[in-house]
């Protein structure tokens, strides 16, 4: 596996953790649920995190192949997952719920929802993360502390 798809799929995982960690406290500390419906089902959110984690990934490669600086990448691992989140969730709870008017009505109702808006929030900020150590690491060798020799391997 290359080291591209390797940072990519480890700022995935790392992403999908502190999602639910985020959504754990926010949920306790708002007193909400993530899905404050009990007609989605148990089901609904994590397969939301599932996918947006997928698209993530593949996003995670381009932006440590495209070059670009730390703005737009931001912004777009932030967009592309809300995005996904809104649009994974209106499917499944339309699904769900056989009512075709909730692909419309899921996405307007949680589009400003503390746990999707921090979903994007950290996806954002993975995107960062991973463009840093790639870039780290692409300048060649390991971290060093400050007491290390820097002409040591």
């Given at each position: 596996m290359?080291?591209?798809?390797?940072?990519?799929?480890?700022?995935?995982?790392?992403?999908?953790?502190?999602?639910?960690?985020?959504?754990?406290?926010?949920?306790l500390?708002?007193?909400?649920?993530?899905?404050?419906?009990?007609?989605?089902?148990?089901?609904?959110?994590?397969?939301?995190?599932?996918?947006?984690?997928?698209?993530l990934?593949?996003l995670?490669?381009?932006?440590?192949?495209?070059?670009?600086?730390?703005?737009p990448?931001?912004?777009?691992?932030?967009?592309?997952?809300?995005?996904?989140?809104?649009?994974v969730?209106?499917?499944?709870?339309?699904?769900?719920?056989?009512?075709?008017?909730q692909?419309?009505?899921?996405p307007?109702?949680?589009?400003?929802?503390?746990?999707?808006?921090?979903?994007?929030?950290?996806?954002?900020?993975?995107?960062l993360?991973?463009?840093?150590?790639?870039?780290r690491?692409?300048?060649g060798?390991?971290?060093?502390?400050?007491?290390e020799?820097?002409d040591?391997?």
């Amino acid at each position: 596996m290359s080291r591209t798809r390797l940072f990519a799929v480890l700022g995935a995982v790392l992403w999908a953790a502190l999602v639910v960690a985020v959504f754990g406290f926010l949920s306790l500390l708002l007193d909400v649920e993530v899905i404050a419906d009990a007609a989605a089902g148990p089901l609904l959110a994590p397969a939301m995190i599932l996918a947006a984690g997928v698209v993530l990934a593949l996003l995670l490669i381009r932006v440590q192949t495209a070059g670009q600086g730390p703005g737009p990448n931001f912004v777009g691992a932030s967009a592309a997952t809300w995005i996904v989140l809104l649009l994974v969730g209106g499917v499944g709870y339309t699904l769900v719920t056989a009512d075709p008017a909730q692909l419309l009505f899921f996405p307007l109702r949680y589009c400003l929802s503390p746990f999707i808006v921090a979903a994007a929030l950290l996806a954002g900020a993975v995107a960062l993360g991973v463009l840093w150590a790639s870039a780290r690491e692409k300048s060649g060798g390991r971290p060093r502390w400050p007491w290390e020799d820097r002409d040591a391997p």
